[in-house]
């Protein structure tokens, strides 16, 4: 391992930056399930999606353009945007919506923090990045915590019968097919192409793909005439995409995908916060026993550092 490789090994989620950047991420999309539910009063979730990521598109090319990066990606560096648009920002987003058509928000954001899983999965084989022991014990404790949360969400679910299971299975897809762009942003052909730059691209395909698949599905685009549903896509697009997606991908280019999706983590914790303070949400003992264990689970996968990936395939 030369001193460049050492170096990278080394970087953990205690790394200032790295920490900072890691509780940024959870505390904008734990605040984002709120807003997403009520976005979906009138106005179909691929549509709402379509403007989020329209609207994040954007906000990241003018950040692009007040940095004087590039703005164009060569053939090769579409191809990549496409991908990663199709599954994180059209396919991930569009069974999150639908998902919250059936069940709680709580209840899809506790089932997100198990991107972990997949992610560690996929990062073995597709990105030879190792799991290390620290990372399945921590992991294996925070989802004993994130179990118990699930069990409280449910049972506050004001759904029953077939429409939890749709929910449910939505939100697997869902988490499926996040973790697939996860892993796709950190392969060698994507890392070949500035981060920013990909990211804009990607998020304007996934815009338009949802607008063809809105076209196709629920007819001409509509929209909620209120400023609460414009606010909120403005917040969904530019806080909680334009600012937080760099950072997230960044996460996953330095510390691995298994570690940057702890950050699932704390997000529902973080959603039963702002729900405490905007909805009203009381605490249970179940609650509380399984957001303890959920970040105990956390600070001890914490402990374990990163190790250089062996091999990233293009």
Same mark, same amino acid.
């Given at each position: 391992?030369?001193?460049?490789?050492?170096?990278?090994?080394?970087?953990?989620?205690?790394?200032?930056?790295?920490?900072?950047? +890691?509780?940024? /991420?959870? %505390?904008?999309? #734990?605040?984002?399930?709120?807003?997403?539910?009520?976005?979906?009063?009138?106005?179909?979730?691929?549509? =709402?999606?379509?403007?989020? @990521? *329209?609207?994040?598109?954007?906000?990241?090319? /003018?950040?692009?353009?007040?940095?004087?990066?590039?703005?164009?990606?060569?053939?090769?560096?579409?191809?990549?945007?496409?991908?990663?648009?199709? =599954?994180? +920002?059209?396919?991930?987003?569009?069974?999150? $919506?639908?998902? !919250?058509?059936?069940?709680?928000?709580?209840?899809?954001?506790?089932? @997100?923090?198990?991107?972990?899983?997949? &992610?560690?999965?996929?990062?073995?084989? @597709?990105?030879?990045?190792?799991?290390?022991?620290?990372?399945?014990?921590?992991?294996?404790?925070?989802?004993?915590?994130?179990?118990?949360?699930?069990?409280?969400? $449910?049972?506050?679910?004001?759904?029953?019968?077939?429409?939890? +299971?749709?929910?449910?299975?939505?939100?697997?897809?869902?988490?499926?097919?996040?973790?697939?762009? &996860?892993?796709?942003?950190?392969?060698?052909?994507?890392?070949?192409?500035?981060?920013?730059?990909?990211?804009?691209?990607?998020? *304007?395909?996934?815009? *338009?793909? &949802?607008?063809?698949?809105?076209?196709?599905?629920?007819?001409?685009?509509?929209?909620?005439?209120?400023?609460? $549903?414009?606010?909120?896509?403005? $917040? %969904?697009?530019?806080? #909680?995409?334009?600012?937080?997606?760099?950072?997230?991908?960044?996460?996953?280019? !330095?510390?691995?995908?298994?570690?940057?999706?702890?950050?699932?983590?704390?997000?529902?914790?973080?959603?039963?916060?702002? =729900?405490?303070?905007?909805?009203?949400?009381?605490?249970?003992?179940?609650?509380?026993? #399984?957001?303890?264990?959920?970040?105990?689970?956390?600070?001890?996968?914490?402990?374990?550092?990163?190790?250089?990936?062996?091999?990233?395939?293009?």
């Amino acid at each position: 391992m030369n001193q460049a490789e050492a170096a990278q090994a080394e970087v953990g989620l205690w790394t200032p930056r790295i920490l900072f950047s +890691f509780l940024l /991420i959870s %505390l904008i999309w #734990g605040s984002t399930w709120i807003v997403i539910k009520d976005q979906l009063i009138a106005v179909p979730p691929v549509w =709402s999606v379509s403007y989020r @990521f *329209l609207a994040a598109s954007i906000a990241t090319f /003018i950040v692009i353009a007040l940095r004087r990066q590039p703005l164009m990606l060569d053939r090769r560096g579409q191809f990549w945007a496409v991908v990663l648009g199709l =599954s994180q +920002f059209a396919l991930n987003f569009n069974f999150v $919506y639908g998902a !919250e058509l059936y069940i709680t928000s709580g209840l899809v954001a506790v089932m @997100f923090a198990l991107l972990m899983v997949p &992610n560690a999965v996929l990062g073995r084989m @597709f990105l030879g990045q190792r799991i290390t022991t620290g990372f399945v014990i921590g992991s294996a404790i925070a989802i004993g915590g994130i179990a118990l949360l699930f069990v409280q969400e $449910y049972r506050l679910a004001p759904v029953g019968g077939d429409a939890v +299971f749709i929910g449910i299975g939505l939100t697997l897809i869902a988490i499926m097919c996040a973790s697939t762009a &996860n892993i796709l942003q950190a392969s060698k052909g994507a890392q070949a192409h500035p981060i920013l730059t990909l990211i804009a691209w990607a998020m *304007l395909w996934g815009a *338009l793909l &949802n607008a063809l698949f809105g076209l196709a599905t629920v007819g001409a685009p509509v929209v909620e005439m209120r400023t609460g $549903y414009f606010a909120g896509i403005l $917040y %969904l697009g530019v806080i #909680g995409s334009a600012v937080t997606f760099p950072i997230y991908f960044g996460l996953i280019r !330095e510390i691995g995908a298994a570690q940057a999706a702890y950050t699932g983590v704390l997000v529902p914790i973080v959603a039963m916060v702002f =729900s405490t303070l905007l909805e009203g949400y009381v605490w249970s003992p179940l609650a509380i026993g #399984g957001a303890a264990l959920a970040i105990a689970g956390l600070l001890f996968a914490m402990q374990a550092r990163q190790p250089k990936r062996p091999r990233i395939p293009a």
